[in-house]
């Protein structure tokens, strides 16, 4: 048996840039960090010569055509692994809606499981562009590319990605002390809602030719609050992160809602400096960037709303658990 790791995520700047309809015209970049909660892949060989698939349903099936979960059934295709195999997906959250990519992270995850089954060591780089071939080019799904290499890469990263379609991946460098000040002062609250991104992404990606000045400044900021965390100066994330939340509404007409809206408003009249959907927008996990002195103000605004604590996470996927006789 083997399990994978793999971590969600959450993107503080940068969002939407990551589509290539737009960075193959102007360069995209996003700044986004792993976190602690994780979607774990297990793989197994079975003595018949079945796929058993196990999830939020089970289903068994002959050939791999047959498989419904769509994302383990073409990453099975891409690894070429054959029937006789057992595969379970559980995640330390529900992953519909949940706005952490989490649907990337199973894609990054399986492929992961599979090559390791096979004996073989995929690079982050490998397992990313093979989930971002699996999610965008076989599904067409209406996806970003910044969710398969947060999951495959981990930490706290930048991500630029330019107009020759490459994707360069750079560490954000800071100190204990940084690192340790920028845990205590993020937030996520669940707002309550679920929604599917895909609904919120298609609108996006059809605005993405009016909205190149709103992407242009998204994209900036990204850069601006990278520079912002390798000097020590988190207190700027606070700032930026309003202002880029200002801009993203403006993307699609259902990123926020009054709902949401209320939520973000309460959060900033306790002391909350800034923040964001997670993810497409909708639903799912509102970020916030708070001073630890102003955490349990925050938390009575919101009270009744789930708050989900975390710890920036500083790997990637990777195999926890290789058993084999």
């Not at 982050?124 to 799904?141: D, H, N, P, V, Y």
């Not at 000045?213 to 520079?227: F, G, K, N, P, T």
């Amino acid at each position: 048996m083997i399990i994978v790791q793999s971590p969600l995520r959450i993107s503080f700047l940068g969002g939407g840039t990551d589509f290539a309809d737009y960075y193959l015209r102007n360069g995209g970049a996003v700044l986004s960090s792993s976190i602690d909660k994780y979607i774990f892949v297990t793989i197994k060989r079975r003595f018949d010569q079945l796929f058993r698939i196990g999830y939020t349903t089970t289903e068994t099936a002959e050939e791999v055509d047959e498989i419904k979960h769509e994302l383990i059934r073409e990453a099975l295709r891409k690894t070429g692994v054959r029937p006789g195999v057992e595969i379970t997906t559980m995640g330390d959250i529900p992953s519909a809606g949940s706005g952490l990519g989490s649907s990337s992270t199973v894609t990054v995850g399986a492929l992961h499981a599979m090559y390791a089954l096979q004996g073989e060591l995929p690079t982050a780089e490998q397992l990313a562009r093979g989930a971002c071939q699996i999610e965008i080019e076989t599904l067409g799904k209406p996806i970003g590319v910044q969710d398969q290499y947060a999951a495959a890469f981990g930490g706290l990263r930048f991500y630029e990605y330019r107009t020759d379609g490459s994707v360069v991946s750079e560490r954000v460098e800071v100190d204990r002390n940084t690192l340790l000040h920028l845990n205590e002062s993020l937030m996520l609250f669940f707002t309550g809602l679920t929604r599917k991104a895909e609904g919120v992404l298609s609108e996006q990606r059809r605005n993405i030719g009016d909205r190149l000045r709103e992407l242009d400044q998204i994209r900036d900021m990204a850069y601006e609050a990278r520079d912002a965390l390798c000097n020590g100066r988190i207190e700027v994330l606070g700032d930026l992160l309003d202002r880029n939340w200002e801009l993203k509404k403006r993307l699609a007409s259902n990123v926020s809602n009054a709902e949401i809206d209320d939520m973000y408003t309460a959060a900033r009249n306790a002391g909350a400096l800034g923040g964001k959907i997670t993810g497409a927008g909708g639903g799912g996990f509102l970020l916030l960037f708070c001073p630890p002195d102003r955490r349990a103000a925050v938390r009575q605004a919101l009270a009744g709303r789930q708050e989900l604590p975390f710890a920036l996470e500083p790997n990637g996927s990777k195999v926890i658990f290789d058993y084999r006789r």
